[in-house]
């Protein structure tokens, strides 16, 4: 017999949209390849939409975290198993997406980095663990901390959400399931009902997309609001390698309107950097001049273009 901690448990997963299982899916071994992928294919289909309606409090975790970003504060993500490794994800790539310092945006994952890619065992019950990581970060309330859990219920997140609070950090969490504890415990609730899963309880299906879906949303749409991008365009990107080099040499030429030689000069004019060589290009500014004006733009490359014309 469970014991009563294991039995209360159990009534509870019960009462879950991502643990329940349907009787349409009883026969999925019974399915040809075709069959089955035209039928996980249709439940994904069904996440853009759940995403979709989770709009305006996504808007307003996005603006939060862009007034927090504006006051030197960080974004960070706390998470367990697949949510865990989806915050590592987006927090890895937004330095060589955005130009960002890698302590601007970071992901903590519920026991360590060996979670990343092996399963540990029990670290998603310490509640008091993201606690601890939290406070080695040194916390503050300029910070945003962004909790995902697809039950909605880790101890792990709850834990971190509740320290993240008792320093007067924005938090926010993201959800599977409809008036999640977590969602209660934060100061905005995403919760993305996204439903029964294709195979039941697996949440790093339709709950992994859709927490991959709003994290996109969370960096990508408050670094344009910080004018990391120009046009639809990453003008911050970091030349990392050779294929980001050549990205780099032809957004300046897209963007500027001259030839890849031009860009290719003017880049190294500018030190490397994307949107101090199309500024330096389209006012005809000296490096130092247009230093100086992004500066008195806070990087917006729009305004800087606009002073200097």
Known sequence: MPNDRLTALIA????????????????LDLLSTAELTERMNAEDARVAGAVAAQSLPIAAAIDGITERFRRGGRLIY???GTAGR????????????????PSLVVGIIAGGETAIRSAVENAEDDG???????????????????GISASGRTPYVLGGLAYARSVGALTVAIASNAGSA???AADIAIEVVTGPE???????LKSGTAQKLV?????????????????G???DLLATNEKLHARSIRTVSQLAGVDTDDAARTLREADGSVKLAVLMLATGASASTAASALTDADGLLREAISALS
């Open 86 to 101: 989806i915050g590592v994800l987006d927090a890895s790539e937004c330095p060589p997406t955005f130009g960002t310092d």
């Open 215 to 231: 994290v996109n949303m969370l960096t990508t749409l408050s670094m344009i609001k910080l004018g990391k991008t120009y046009r």
């Open 182 to 184: 977590i969602g209660t």
């Open 78 to 80: 706390i998470g367990a």
């Open 198 to 204: 294709f195979i039941s309880g697996s949440t790093r």
């Open 128 to 146: 008091h663990a993201a606690e601890a990581s939290l406070s080695e970060l040194q916390l503050t309330e300029a910070d945003t901390v962004v």
């Open 12 to 27: 509870e997963l019960s009462t879950l949209d991502t643990e329940a299982a349907t009787t349409e899916r009883g026969d």
């Open 233 to 235: 365009v990453m003008v």
